[in-house]
Structures are given as C-alpha cells and as structure tokens.
C-alpha cells in the first residue's frame, strides 16, 4: 500500500459520511449512526442499502478461518481496492455506494463518471482511480479536522499506535458480501435466507461473530448505515391523504431527520475552521497580561520531567 502523501484520516461520523456523499452529487441516501445491532433498528432505516463497519484493525486473517469465503459475485458488482493509506473511510463508502440498485438513488455526474471508467479495470487499477481522483481527495479532506501541522511528508505509523479499518457490508444478489479494500475479492457470506429483503437480519448474525471475536470489554466499533429512510418517508407522507392517522408519526420521524441533518450541516463548517489564529491570539494576550506564568513553569516542568524519563530509559529526546 502506498503512503498517505495527501489523504488525510476521517472521523467515523455519520454528518462527515452525508456530507461526503452529498459533495460528491449523490442523492437519495444519507448515512445514520447504529448504536446497537437490534432488528427493530435496522428495519426502522429502511431501506437499508449498506453498512459501513470501523473496527479495529489486527492484521490480515488466514482466509481458512475467517468467516466467508473469498469470492466474486456472480452479479455486477463494483470492488476498488485501498491502495493508499488514510483513504479506507471513503473506499468503503464508495464500494457501498457504487453497488446499490435503486431507481431512487442517484450517483451524481462524479460517481457516475467513475462507475463508468472503471468498468471492466481490476481491483488494484479501480483504486488507483478512486486514489488519484483530484474531486474525491478533496471532498475526503475538506471534512477532515484542521491542523496547521499537518504535513504532506508520509509519517511513518507508531507500531504502539491502534489503527482501524473501515468495510462494507451489503447484498450482492441473494448473498451476503463484505467488501474490504485491503482483501483481494469480496467476501461472500452465502446465501441470505429468505433472499435480498432479509439481509439487514443475516448481516447482524455476521457482525454478531466478528465482534465476539474480539476479546471482552472490546468496544471501539463502530456502525454506520446507508439508508435511503428520508426519501420513503417524504414518498410515504405525499401519499397520504390529510388527517390520516399515519401521519403524525412520519412527519415527526421526518423532522428528526431534518433536524439532525442542519446540526450534521453545522457541526461540519465548525469541523473545517481552522481556530489556530484564534487560539494564538488568546493565549498571545493572556501571557502579555502575566496571565499565564504559573502555567508556563509547569509546561517546562513537566517537559524537563518527560526528557529525564526518556534518557533514563535510552530513548533519545530533544528538549524543543
């Protein structure tokens, strides 16, 4: 894989994953965060098209043990490979993305685009196009936080570091795949009892074995789920006549929708303002009214402690 040169990481946050999307012209589906696994849950999104799984990341397991089997689906089907590190966030939304079959979604001219080129290339070369699109580079990094310090130089990973990983999970005709960019094909899952409409059910039994795998108290997952839920709510409301009984509960659900999808709007514009100059001013004068002195012996302190502790264990450390 190559390095990160340009990428830079993306929170698991279902307003970055929206708004991702929306950038990137598609229509028809936002991304909502699952804090729990129960049925009731995930019939409540429907339609559910996909589910976006952050784990953490533990290495390459032996394909004769893993749940599934390596597998291409008999069906088209879209699978990018993750060529380029701090990327997997939006090549897992993408692999999503490109393979649901809705007349009610809508890829935008980008994705269309990219759908199109790709057709007929392989895994490695679609993720080599996913990785050098300028558009998608920087729709991925205009949600990432702002850092003053970020540096294009590749950084090479602390072995100490937890790394996470993001994947997909979805129906590929009447089976259930997991579609990771740092496997070589799909995974198949098999056949979805009782077909395609019953996926969100046998992938919660996946899910359910993968998390267990992991030892107890492990809790740094995390779910997200492409629905197309506003869409059929704002069908089903038109289709029902004043004063019906239904109404009140899919206008409410509607609002709530709405509601969060302004906060999602906000805390995104938040999330790419760069408070540096803010914060320098702040602190500039602060310390030229003498209110910072006891706080600056302590940082020193604290910093000439850091520098004994690393010396005492034969690590080297600038005092910078």
Not at 212 to 232: C, D, H, I, K, S
Request: with cysteine.
């Amino acid at each position: 894989m190559s390095d990160s040169a340009g990428w830079s990481l993306t929170e698991s946050d279902p307003g970055v994953f929206t708004g991702i999307l929306s950038e990137l012209g598609v229509r028809g589906v936002e991304v909502e965060e699952l804090w729990g696994l129960d049925q009731d849950l995930l019939n409540d999104l429907s339609p559910l098209y996909a589910l976006v799984f952050l784990f953490k990341w533990v290495g390459h397991a032996d394909p004769n043990t893993m749940d599934g089997k390596l597998e291409e689906p008999a069906q088209p089907h879209y699978f990018a490979h993750q060529v380029i590190n701090n990327a997997c966030a939006s090549i897992a939304l993408i692999n999503a993305t490109l393979n649901i079959r809705s007349p009610d979604v809508e890829l935008g001219e980008e994705l269309s685009n990219l759908q199109a080129f790709s057709e007929g290339l392989d895994p490695e070369t679609r993720g080599w196009t996913l990785s050098n699109s300028e558009k998608l580079r920087e729709v991925h990094n205009s949600f990432a936080r702002s850092d003053p310090f970020h540096l294009e130089e590749h950084r090479p990973q602390d072995e100490k570091e937890d790394a996470y990983h993001f994947i997909a999970y979805l129906p590929i005709g009447d089976k259930l795949f997991e579609l990771d960019g740092l496997k070589e094909t799909p995974v198949s899952h098999g056949d979805i009892p009782g077909g395609a409409a019953n996926w969100t059910s046998f992938a919660r039994q996946v899910l359910e074995r993968r998390i267990a795998t992991y030892p107890a108290g492990e809790v740094m997952f995390n779910l997200l789920a492409v629905t197309g839920r506003r869409q059929a709510l704002q069908k089903r409301l038109a289709g029902l006549p004043e004063g019906a009984p239904e109404r009140f509960e899919v206008e409410e659900k509607l609002q709530g929708i709405e509601e969060r999808l302004k906060d999602w709007e906000v805390e995104n514009t938040l999330r790419r303002h760069n408070y540096i100059g803010l914060v320098h001013a702040l602190l500039h004068e602060s310390a030229k009214q003498g209110k910072l002195t006891s706080q600056m012996a302590e940082a020193k302190e604290k910093m000439k402690q850091r520098v004994a502790d690393k010396r005492a264990k034969g690590e080297a450390m600038d005092e910078d």
